[in-house]
């Protein structure tokens, strides 16, 4: 798969490119300081929004590319990604409580998304590394988002993990890292969002 990459400026983009990279896919990545219409000028089967610091609303041209591209390209958001992929369906996220370099339990439907079948350690959890201060609890998510995950957080079970609604192109979002050595399953999961991204565009 062709992915391009939006560095948002963290200091886990380039962990995300390698396990991107080491799972087949060919990443190429535009800092969020070039206009949107560069990314997407780059033909690609996939766009991927990298963590980073900050606001959406603040990093580049992050929610630009978000508005053009949601709907026509499959869309992965990381963290921040996953911050600008709710701000776009119109929901705010606020301080949740800082949560930085932690590896937390990860609560997932009983009704589980094939992102995370047979993932879960013996606690019934999934292991995810955290590393942010803002969310959106679970029972403020509109309903045409579909949580797969959350962790507790001084709001209450924040959404961790989620498929957004569209028209066309699938979009997901994660708000922890799998890229990160903490989250054990991570590049299982990134691949099975990726597979499940592919499939879907191939119906």
Request: aromatic content about 4%; proline content about 11%.
């Given at each position: 798969?062709?992915?391009?990459?939006?560095?948002?400026?963290?200091?886990?983009?380039?962990?995300?490119?390698?396990?991107?990279?080491?799972?087949?896919?060919?990443?190429?990545?535009?800092?969020?300081?070039?206009?949107?219409?560069?990314?997407?000028?780059?033909?690609?089967?996939?766009?991927?929004?990298?963590?980073?610091?900050?606001?959406?609303?603040?990093?580049?041209?992050?929610?630009?590319?978000?508005?053009?591209?949601?709907?026509?390209?499959?869309?992965?958001?990381?963290?921040?990604?996953?911050?600008?992929?709710?701000?776009?369906?119109?929901?705010?996220?606020?301080?949740?409580?800082?949560?930085?370099?932690?590896?937390?339990?990860?609560?997932?439907?009983?009704?589980?998304?094939?992102?995370?079948?047979?993932?879960?350690?013996?606690?019934?959890?999934?292991?995810?590394?955290?590393?942010?201060?803002?969310?959106?609890?679970?029972?403020?998510?509109?309903?045409?988002?579909?949580?797969?995950?959350?962790?507790?957080?001084?709001?209450?079970?924040?959404?961790?993990?989620?498929?957004?609604?569209?028209?066309?192109?699938?979009?997901?979002?994660?708000?922890?890292?799998?890229?990160?050595?903490?989250?054990?399953?991570?590049?299982?999961?990134?691949?099975?969002?990726?597979d499940l991204m592919t499939k879907e565009m191939?119906?």
């Amino acid at each position: 798969m062709k992915i391009s990459l939006l560095d948002n400026h963290d200091s886990f983009v380039y962990n995300l490119v390698d396990t991107l990279v080491g799972l087949g896919h060919d990443c190429k990545v535009f800092r969020n300081t070039v206009p949107a219409a560069d990314v997407l000028a780059v033909p690609a089967d996939a766009i991927v929004l990298s963590p980073g610091p900050g606001h959406p609303r603040d990093a580049g041209c992050l929610m630009e590319l978000v508005d053009r591209a949601y709907g026509k390209k499959p869309i992965l958001g990381v963290c921040l990604g996953f911050q600008a992929l709710l701000l776009h369906n119109g929901v705010s996220v606020r301080p949740c409580g800082p949560v930085h370099g932690k590896t937390d339990g990860m609560d997932v439907p009983r009704e589980t998304s094939p992102i995370f079948e047979g993932l879960t350690d013996p606690t019934g959890l999934v292991p995810v590394a955290r590393y942010h201060s803002l969310g959106i609890p679970v029972a403020e998510l509109p309903e045409d988002i579909r949580p797969l995950g959350s962790c507790p957080s001084d709001l209450g079970p924040v959404a961790m993990a989620a498929a957004f609604p569209t028209d066309g192109a699938p979009a997901f979002g994660v708000q922890f890292h799998p890229e990160s050595i903490l989250t054990p399953q991570g590049p299982v999961i990134l691949n099975r969002i990726l597979d499940l991204m592919t499939k879907e565009m191939d119906k």
